[in-house]
């Protein structure tokens, strides 16, 4: 069994928001299993976390490029949110998105591929990090694309075209694009930026977080005191519940509160076939420095 250390306590703590000693009991219920921990917690209403992501503290920028029946997503990180306010980090960014749209989302290819500079993307990196003075990196790329139709893209809260802190991607695919089909795609990236799907359909959804959700509620439900039978029926119910909130298609459209996604896409004439969402730092740790603190160690304070 894990040592159940203070860290330990205080990471779960942070995680679930339930008490000090709830989360060293549930750690040692669970063996110093941090992910049993939550659901222990989950089972006695300690804790709400059905949806966790690591803290997302990392800098950068999300960079969006699109083209015929094709469009790109990249993630590039720096130490600090200055950077991204940077002109030629943003233009890096772009420039990066456009690689990838053409040589695809590898990211040993994509770095080796060729820049209008004449750099690589790695020596264009190098030479940016050079000027600027601080680390970069390009953690990750996603292409998708349809044979017809169109692949959408959606930033939110873009500081320029196609360029911002959440970005998405949505594949469509129809007899053709045309306007409709672009707005509809547009309208699914802002759902899929709000919502936070984590799979397309049911039958893609993770069976180990599926079975985990389950046992989760078998507890919930056993503890109400029900019968067997009841129970099948309420976990049956919740099982539901559950899919309407993880997968994109069975989710309720946020633009009118009613109707779910699979229908509005399919009174389009479409196929929603693929979908990627990339936020900023998502499940990066960072240190918390105290900037403040920083400073005045420099000035010799």
């Not at 990066?284 to 160690?297: G, L, M, P, Q, T």
């Amino acid at each position: 069994m894990a040592e159940i250390t203070a860290a330990l306590v205080r990471d779960l703590r942070e995680k679930t928001g339930a008490g000090m000693m709830d989360c060293k009991k549930a750690l040692t219920e669970a063996g110093g299993d941090i992910d049993a921990a939550i659901d222990w917690l989950r089972t006695k209403g300690l804790a709400q976390a059905a949806k966790k992501s690591g803290r997302v503290t990392a800098e950068g920028l999300v960079g969006v490029v699109s083209g015929p029946c094709k469009a790109a997503m990249v993630e590039v990180n720096a130490e600090t949110d200055f950077v991204a306010r940077n002109e030629a980090f943003q233009a890096f960014v772009e420039a990066v998105a456009h690689a990838a749209l053409e040589v695809g989302e590898d990211l040993d290819t994509l770095k080796a591929a060729k820049l209008p500079s004449g750099r690589t993307v790695s020596e264009e990196l190098t030479h940016l990090i050079a000027t600027i003075g601080e680390n970069m990196s390009i953690r990750r790329a996603r292409v998708l694309s349809v044979p017809s139709g169109t692949v959408a893209s959606y930033v939110h809260s873009a500081l320029r075209p196609g360029i911002g802190k959440i970005g998405v991607l949505i594949a469509l695919e129809a007899p053709s694009e045309n306007d409709a089909l672009v707005t509809l795609g547009r309208q699914a990236g802002m759902h899929v930026a709000a919502t936070r799907p984590s799979a397309l359909d049911v039958a893609s959804v993770d069976p180990e977080a599926l079975e985990r959700e389950r046992a989760v509620l078998i507890e919930q439900a056993r503890e109400s005191g029900k019968p067997e039978n009841i129970i099948e029926k309420m976990i049956e119910g919740r099982i539901r519940k559950y899919y309407e909130e993880v997968v994109l298609l069975e989710q309720v459209w946020v633009h009118d509160g009613e109707s779910r996604v699979a229908k509005i896409v399919e009174k389009a004439g479409a196929k929603l076939v693929a979908f990627e969402r990339f936020h900023l730092g998502e499940g990066i740790e960072k240190e918390d420095n105290d900037f403040a603190a920083e400073v005045a160690k420099a000035a010799g304070a």
